[in-house]
């Protein structure tokens, strides 16, 4: 008879403990994963170094922003003011001109905007003809790669009292006489987001249907077999699956509402709509570039950054309250 001997209690909780490995072991362990992605480590440490160049590297002339500099002088020889410009800033007689217009539009896009690509993806994902839903989806991204330049001037051309947009709405009777629409500062909000939402649609919803692909088939099964129909599978399985993809959306385009589209309303601003087109980034373009006041735009732009990553962190935090998913 064979007979086995137990180990003490001690000897097999230290047989199960595994050994945590040295630095040394660590350090081979991925000079070994570099060694073996050499081509791609390659080509990611392009992307690394055009990031610090580009990215970092100009950082450095954020401290103009706290300093009283010109052309003439080196950065360091410039006078240190302090936090001059930031109250110079908030006491300018534009600040709540430009900080209205640029929540105004960003909010209106955010509330109007964000869902909308959200909705045409769960409807886009319904069609069962694949050649009607390609034909669809390549029709709707299509504006996309299509410049703002470019479709600034056709926007200007078809919004002028001569313009297409007239006379349509002259042979249905809609308006009386013609206008010129960018001309009247109460319709630059309008023709701002819905030009943005129509250039942006389709190719905003392209994250959301890759996500709605990667839903498992077995869940509409299942919901088929409990008598679900389209809508409810839509309601109570598409969307619940996406919703990691909408947070994490959702919290970087709240951290952006302060950021307005600077080619688009560059291109379709002018002196008569001004009131109504003077955002946060174009005020930093007019004070930077064509008042050469370098040290005030830069404040702005540093206060604007600073509310940025504020609203970021506490969209975040709420988010991951609500339903437990975070970008971090």
Do not use: C
């Not at 002259?170 to 023709?191: K, Q, Y």
């Amino acid at each position: 008879m064979e007979v086995k001997i137990q180990q003490p209690v001690e000897q097999q909780v230290s047989d199960t403990i595994m050994v945590e490995p040295t630095k040394k072991e660590k350090f081979k362990k991925i000079k070994k994963t570099i060694i073996s992605q050499k081509y791609l480590q390659t080509m990611a440490l392009f992307g690394v170094v055009w990031m610090f160049i580009f990215n970092y590297i100009p950082m450095y002339g954020l401290i103009i922003a706290f300093k009283e500099y010109s052309i003439i002088k080196t950065v360091s020889e410039a006078p240190w003011v302090g936090l001059m410009q930031f109250k110079e800033f908030l006491q300018d007689e534009n600040f709540w001109i430009v900080l209205k217009n640029t929540l105004g539009i960003s909010l209106i896009k955010l509330i109007i905007g964000f869902p909308l690509p959200i909705i045409f993806a769960l409807l886009l994902n319904e069609l069962t003809s694949m050649k009607l839903k390609k034909a669809v989806q390549t029709i709707s991204y299509l504006p996309h790669f299509i410049s703002w330049v470019v479709l600034g001037g056709i926007l200007t051309t078809w919004l002028a009292d001569i313009g297409v947009i007239n006379d349509i709405l002259l042979g249905l009777g809609l308006i009386s006489e013609r206008t010129n629409f960018l001309a009247e500062p109460d319709n630059f909000w309008a023709i701002v987001i819905l030009s943005d939402i129509w250039k942006e649609l389709g190719w905003s919803a392209i994250i959301y249907l890759a996500a709605i692909a990667g839903v498992s088939p077995e869940l509409y099964e299942s919901s088929t077999i409990d008598g679900a129909n389209r809508f409810q599978k839509m309601w109570h399985v598409t969307l619940p699956s996406i919703r990691p993809t909408i947070t994490i959306l959702f919290i970087l385009a709240v951290s952006g509402v302060l950021n307005s589209n600077f080619d688009q309303i560059l291109i379709l601003r002018n002196s008569l709509n001004e009131s109504a087109s003077n955002v946060i980034d174009i005020y930093v373009y007019q004070m930077g570039l064509q008042n050469a006041r370098y040290s005030y735009a830069t404040a702005v732009g540093l206060l604007k950054a600073i509310i940025a990553f504020i609203l970021l962190l506490s969209a975040n935090k709420i988010v991951k309250k609500l339903n437990g998913t975070s970008l971090f």
